[in-house]
């Protein structure tokens, strides 16, 4: 059985009155890819504020690698690698001078740190730049000097903090891309953010957080299997009318059906066929329609079925 990296236990923290983080427990197993998904300001930061000891918490325990974890506790601390989602580095050092800083906060051995540093570079597409000062980078190049920063000590447990807002398609590929290399030479990962996708491309097991509570917790198909909602078909159909809606209604599997523009939005608690029993039912009925599409749920509908409010804001 896989080890138990990070253990967080019942934990609160209050902002005053606010309770951003309620009585919220987590496990991270060794070699994992953790996604901790939720909408703005449900508290995930906080979170990751209060596990890494930057912040102090009203209740609750947070073990790392079985230990307690303090705001002291450097043996700890030089394990973990951070990435915020704010860019955190020094505009008077260059790239190199960045990276080798930050390393050197934990590898006191010159070589090994200069090895360590170059690797970084090199992992991060940054060699070329390695002269160059921060101010200099573009956007991409900068949340990619950010990594090198929290990765260059080669921490067994890294997390990311939401690193790719406000980043272009081609440099997230880069980062989505980069850490899952990092996980597969041997780190354990924790990956904060509210876009769906990312983690269900990136994330072995997912906590879905809202208000501070965890809410839900598993693989994204354990997650989706658990739903009543297992394929959605949308049908451009603009002469519908309430008989068509209830005899779409009476076919196996489908438990709803909604009105949407010109769009008839139909609900599947299963089956294999859905799609063909739809459209036969249109053909047979001599019902004349546009375009069709049908969906697989996503983390959304996990979300929407269990807060009633759609993920993204
Ligand atoms: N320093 C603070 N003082 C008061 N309230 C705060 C503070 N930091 C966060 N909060 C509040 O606590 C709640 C949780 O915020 P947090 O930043 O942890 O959420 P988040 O899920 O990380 O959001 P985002 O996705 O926007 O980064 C929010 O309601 C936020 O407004």
């Given at each position: 059985?896989?080890?138990?990296?990070?253990?967080i236990?019942?934990?609160?923290?209050?902002?005053?009155?606010?309770?951003?983080?309620?009585?919220?427990s987590?496990?991270?197993?060794?070699?994992?890819?953790?996604?901790?998904?939720?909408?703005?300001?449900?508290?995930?930061?906080t979170?990751?504020?209060?596990?890494?000891?930057?912040?102090?918490?009203?209740?609750?325990?947070?073990t790392i690698f079985?230990?307690?974890?303090?705001?002291?506790?450097?043996d700890?601390?030089?394990?973990?690698?951070?990435?915020?989602?704010?860019?955190?580095?020094i505009d008077?050092?260059?790239?190199?001078?960045?990276?080798?800083?930050?390393?050197?906060?934990?590898?006191?051995?010159k070589?090994?740190?200069?090895?360590?540093?170059?690797?970084?570079?090199?992992?991060?597409?940054?060699?070329?730049?390695k002269?160059?000062k921060?101010?200099?980078?573009?956007?991409?190049?900068?949340?990619?000097?950010?990594?090198?920063c929290?990765?260059?000590?080669k921490?067994k447990?890294?997390?990311f903090?939401?690193?790719?807002?406000?980043?272009?398609?081609?440099?997230?590929?880069?980062?989505?891309?980069g850490?899952?290399?990092?996980?597969?030479?041997?780190?354990?990962?924790?990956?904060?953010?509210?876009?769906?996708e990312?983690?269900?491309?990136?994330?072995?097991?997912?906590?879905?957080?809202?208000?501070?509570?965890?809410?839900?917790n598993?693989?994204?198909?354990?997650?989706?299997?658990?739903?009543?909602?297992?394929?959605?078909?949308r049908?451009?159909?603009?002469?519908?009318?309430?008989?068509?809606?209830?005899g779409?209604?009476?076919?196996?599997?489908?438990?709803?059906?909604?009105e949407?523009?010109?769009?008839?939005?139909?609900?599947?608690?299963?089956?294999?066929?859905n799609?063909?029993?739809v459209?036969?039912?249109?053909?047979?009925?001599?019902?004349?329609?546009g375009?069709?599409?049908?969906?697989?749920?996503?983390?959304?509908?996990?979300?929407?079925?269990?807060?009633g409010?759609?993920?993204?804001?």
């Open positions: 059985m896989s080890q138990c990296v990070v253990e236990e019942n934990l609160v923290k209050r902002y005053g009155d606010k309770v951003a983080v309620d009585h919220f987590l496990n991270v197993n060794e070699g994992e890819i953790l996604g901790l998904l939720g909408p703005n300001g449900s508290g995930k930061t979170t990751i504020n209060c596990l890494l000891s930057l912040l102090q918490y009203d209740k609750g325990t947070v079985d230990k307690e974890m303090k705001p002291e506790a450097y700890i601390k030089s394990q973990i690698g951070v990435v915020m989602q704010n860019v955190a580095v008077t050092l260059n790239v190199y001078e960045n990276v080798d800083f930050f390393c050197g906060l934990y590898i006191r051995d070589a090994t740190r200069k090895q360590y540093v170059e690797e970084a570079l090199e992992f991060t597409g940054l060699t070329e730049y002269k160059y921060p101010k200099k980078l573009s956007g991409g190049l900068l949340r990619r000097l950010n990594i090198a929290g990765i260059a000590h921490p447990l890294i997390i903090d939401e690193p790719t807002v406000a980043v272009d398609p081609q440099s997230r590929n880069a980062i989505l891309e850490i899952k290399k990092m996980n597969k030479d041997g780190a354990t990962i924790i990956y904060t953010s509210h876009y769906m990312e983690v269900e491309e990136l994330c072995s097991r997912v906590v879905i957080m809202d208000h501070g509570k965890n809410i839900a598993g693989t994204t198909s354990e997650l989706k299997s658990s739903l009543m909602n297992r394929e959605t078909i049908v451009n159909l603009p002469n519908k009318n309430d008989e068509v809606i209830k779409l209604k009476e076919i196996n599997h489908v438990y709803k059906v909604k949407d523009g010109d769009d008839l939005v139909i609900k599947c608690d299963g089956g294999d066929h799609l063909v029993h459209l036969s039912y249109l053909t047979d009925n001599n019902i004349p329609f375009h069709v599409s049908t969906e697989l749920p996503t983390l959304n509908d996990v979300f929407l079925e269990i807060t409010k759609e993920l993204r804001d």
